[in-house]
């Protein structure tokens, strides 16, 4: 331990967050597919919205995000009282965890959950605990196994980052059921735009019904706005005051509160994204299958690839010969996945190139 003020107990056995990379090596086109960022960008109408505030960005934003709230309850038919606006949905889990965690309390998260719950639970002093997935899928029976009078805290990313897998509503409800009802269920549902799914709900009904549930989603993926990080919660009541109570005074910026606003009401923009998606995921994973490599099931807009011994590669060799061509993809290894990469659906020419080049890599170039 270096000299000067120590940290609490636990923070310095927190691993850091790694982002996805953004750039690649030489002078080569990059085609970033690290992120799940939307390869169709942000609404026009929410960049013509960021373009005319250049001028006010002296000013404090509306601390209620209001505008952006009222919005975002038009486009859902929501009470525009129970949603909460953060930068990001990152800092909405944050929030969740300093609100009703700390030490000696327990939280829960799947195999291969998103990395920012652990740090998240721990950060508060609380212990993460793991529950196993089956077929890279959260297991309902087993995060029930895991349940104990300690738990305070049970989050669910539904759809998964990085599987791309979800569960059907029915076992959410499930798991509902079997907590107790002081703990808090979170729904973090940043791909739930993307998702095709009859027996999929994204949670609002849930939340609706329920007093310890709460469903998160973010603007940074579907929506095209990573870059303003801008992030909502629908919640109970007592939950949206809690985290009021506790939430920075002006946690989302002037202009994040604006371009939210445009681009959740330019739904013609957002169908845009989406069929794109719907185009390019099939294609993918049907490509990458006859190359020979396992894709697992996705309902996002990003495939997780595997690279099995048999075909003599192996993910870090295939990265590191995508990155020489500009394409960016995510590697796992924080994940516990350090056999399989991450592909973001991206434009029809990062697309083609990335079957390209793993082609050719796989000696199965035509």
């Keep these: ?28 086109k990059v085609h970033k597919l690290s992120s799940n960022e939307s390869p169709l960008g942000p609404s026009p109408a929410a960049v013509a919205a960021y373009r005319e505030l250049a001028e006010d960005m002296h000013l404090y934003p509306d601390g209620s995000a209001t505008a952006l709230r009222e919005a975002i309850a038009a486009r859902y038919g929501l009470n525009a009282d129970n949603i909460v606006c ?24 799947t195999q291969y959950g998103f990395l920012v719950y652990p740090i998240a639970i721990m950060a508060s002093g609380a212990t993460p605990v793991v529950a196993p997935e089956t077929g890279h899928t959260a297991d309902i029976d087993q995060i029930i196994g895991c349940l104990s009078a300690d738990t305070k805290i049970v989050f669910l990313a539904n759809p998964n980052n990085p599987t791309g897998t979800y569960v059907p ?8 059921a079997a907590m107790s009802e002081d ?101 993918l994973e049907r490509e990458l299958k006859a190359l020979g490599l396992p894709v697992t099931p996705s309902v996002g807009n990003f495939l997780l690839v595997h690279f099995p011994p048999e075909n003599g590669v192996t993910a870090h060799q295939a990265d590191d010969f995508l990155s020489a061509r500009g394409l960016v993809l995510r590697r796992l290894d924080g994940y516990g996945l350090p056999d399989a990469l991450r592909l973001t659906i991206g434009t029809s020419e990062a697309n083609e190139a990335v079957v390209a080049a793993l082609a050719e890599l796989l000696g199965k170039a035509g």
């Design 1 to 28: 331990m270096s000299p000067g003020p120590k940290p609490q107990p636990g923070i310095l056995d927190i691993s850091p967050y790694i982002p996805g990379k953004s750039s690649a090596p030489g002078n080569v």
């Design 86 to 109: 953060g930068a990001g949905s990152d800092e909405l889990l944050q929030l969740l965890t300093r609100a009703y965690l700390g030490p000696g309390d327990q939280a829960v998260y």
């Design 169 to 176: 509503i029915e076992e959410v409800r499930r798991l509902h």
């Design 183 to 283: 703990c808090l269920l979170v729904l973090d549902a940043a791909y739930a735009e993307y998702v095709r799914r009859n027996d999929y709900e994204a949670g609002i009904e849930m939340v609706a019904t329920s007093p310890n549930v709460v469903m998160t989603r973010t603007f940074s993926k579907a929506y095209g706005l990573a870059g303003l990080r801008l992030g909502w919660a629908y919640c109970p009541p007592a939950i949206a005051d809690v985290l009021n109570r506790i939430r920075g005074p002006f946690n989302v910026t002037l202009p994040a509160i604006a371009c939210g606003v445009c681009a959740i009401e330019d739904t013609g923009h957002l169908q845009d994204a989406v069929n794109h998606n719907d185009e390019w995921l099939p294609w």
